[in-house]
């Protein structure tokens, strides 16, 4: 499913002055950057090519990413433990990350992605809807619910994930703040006309509102969180977008902020 932007139409002698979404630009601009020299963009000679990548990629993400079984016990899991853990990729056994911050890894998990696709999908979102919730909060708060959203829903993963095999894995994305503004946007703008390619009818743009849109992706993504098996962690999709429409339901009582 495709997206394009949503329609705030209004009569051209009524519309104010639109203030740039620099929060959101900076974000998508940081996010890029972040990726183009991380291993798993496969541009940074450093980190070499094949299998030597593959590995430098294993390692990158563990020293950077948000681990559900480090942050419950806030330290680097012990070179037993990563013994035990399940090995993602053959030839590549994880290493331990003395001095890793497991509390600062909630944030730098937000900013690296495992591919392309990844990269991309969350960009779309974040560039679709990052833009007018920013306008609706204003630049400060907005970051700051950014940058919470994403650490309540790895959080809540994690104590999610405490006694399973995947509490030694490792959460690395920007989805969960993105999932948060998803439901900040629903809550603010249910009836806004959304633009999307349905793969059903061929990519034909339809328009719908974006109570149904992102109601139907929040169910997709909490069907998939009770029954997909390892991979993408759907449940923190559902987290972020929950935390972002509640705390958007506090927002919505008070009138639209000025540009922080």
């Not at 994880?94 to 001095?99: E, L, M, V």
């Not at 503004?181 to 633009?195: E, M, N, Q, S």
Request: proline share 10%; aromatic share 12%.
């Amino acid at each position: 499913m495709a997206l394009a932007a949503p329609d705030h139409t209004a009569a051209w002698g009524d519309r104010p002055a639109v203030p740039v979404p620099v929060v959101s630009y900076a974000l998508i601009a940081l996010n890029t950057l972040v990726f183009l020299f991380a291993p798993a963009a496969g541009l940074n000679p450093l980190y070499g090519t094949g299998q030597a990548r593959v590995c430098a990629e294993q390692r990158y993400e563990q020293r950077w990413g948000a681990v559900p079984a480090e942050l419950l016990a806030g330290r680097p899991l012990t070179a037993e433990q990563l013994a035990e853990a399940p090995d993602p990729v053959p030839g590549c056994p994880a290493a331990p990350t003395p001095g890793k911050h497991p509390s600062l890894s909630v944030l730098t998990g937000l900013f690296l992605h495992a591919g392309w696709l990844h990269l991309l999908g969350n960009l779309l979102f974040l560039h679709v809807f990052g833009p007018t919730v920013e306008r609706r909060l204003g630049r400060v708060r907005y970051a700051l619910f950014y940058l919470a959203a994403g650490s309540v829903s790895t959080y809540g993963f994690a104590l999610a994930e405490a006694h399973s095999p995947g509490s030694t894995r490792v959460l690395i994305g920007a989805s969960g703040a993105i999932s948060a503004v998803l439901g900040a946007y629903l809550r603010f703008h249910p009836r806004a006309r959304v633009t999307t390619l349905v793969p059903l009818l061929f990519f034909l743009p339809l328009r719908f509102p974006a109570w149904l849109v992102l109601g139907l992706w929040f169910t997709l993504q909490w069907w998939s969180a009770h029954s997909a098996g390892p991979g993408v962690a759907y449940l923190v999709h559902v987290i972020g977008f929950s935390a972002g429409f509640l705390y958007a339901c506090t927002a919505v009582r008070h009138p639209p902020r000025r540009p922080g």
